[in-house]
């Protein structure tokens, strides 16, 4: 059980264009969902943290403007990064949480994470 | 702030060799603290938590125990697999259920 997808997993567009990525949880209901940046040979960097049906709350340094999420569904989260540029290439992750904040203990459960190249 | 400090990648081991991974934190509060792996061309996986100090979180053979005292979570394990082959990360949550991870250990196991 758990289980979160992402799609699509590799994306090459070009210089200047919108790429969306979709995060969804498969068996359960995602209250929270957060996505991440990971550079190579670096750790995953938080960019936001998603509450369906509200506004995301990005991290210090994220332009909101720039990476779009949306939470539409308990099941389902979007990041659009808009008018790409090539050093918005890195490998982007999604996670889900079943439960709120609260605690800061729960659990999250990751997707595979999206290759975005841009030319 | 909250950070995580883990020690630097690659490690190279033979199959069977012991496993140490370092991790050390700093935070406010009583963070819960994790591992996670990711397996090459996979996504993140948890591999062991603990929640309070001094409790043991293992799994596959890995342990790890919540030392407050020095504020470590070293990642341990007796016997190395090439499948444990993967590159592993370190990571607290504390407040509003956010991770904060290590910069991740690539671990290699020959046979």
């Known amino acids: 059980g758990a289980v979160v997808s992402q799609h699509p997993s590799r994306v090459i567009c070009k210089s200047g264009t919108s790429v969306k990525i979709e995060c969804r949880s498969l068996?359960?209901?995602?209250?929270?969902m957060f996505w991440y940046r990971q550079f190579p040979k670096k750790s995953l960097m938080l960019m936001a943290t998603s509450n369906e049906g509200s506004k995301a709350t990005y991290e210090q340094g994220v332009e909101k403007d720039k990476f779009l999420i949306n939470h539409a569904s308990l099941t389902l989260s979007t990041l659009t990064v808009t008018s790409a540029h090539p050093e918005d290439s890195s490998f982007y992750i999604c996670?889900?949480?079943?439960?709120?904040?609260?605690?800061?203990?729960?659990?999250?459960?990751f997707g595979p994470g999206t290759r975005l190249t841009v030319l | 702030g909250d950070s995580v400090t883990q020690m630097e990648g690659p490690v190279t081991l033979s199959e069977e060799a012991c496993l140490t991974i370092?991790?050390?934190?700093?935070?406010?509060?009583?963070?819960?603290l994790f591992w996670y792996v990711q397996y090459p061309g996979e996504g993140l996986q948890l591999l062991l938590k603990?929640?309070?100090?001094?409790d043991k979180g293992s799994n596959k053979g890995f342990e790890a125990t919540y030392r407050k005292e020095t504020t470590s979570f070293h990642l341990e394990k007796g016997s190395v697999q090439v499948s444990d082959s993967a590159v592993y990360f370190c990571a607290l949550s504390n407040q509003g259920g956010k991770l904060i991870f290590g910069q991740g250990t690539e671990l290699s196991v020959k046979p």
């Open positions: 068996d359960f209901q995602a209250t929270t």
């Open positions: 370092n991790c050390t934190y700093t935070a406010t509060g009583y963070p819960s």
């Open positions: 996670s889900a949480s079943p439960h709120g904040g609260g605690t800061g203990h729960n659990e999250q459960f």
């Open positions: 603990a929640t309070k100090a001094d």
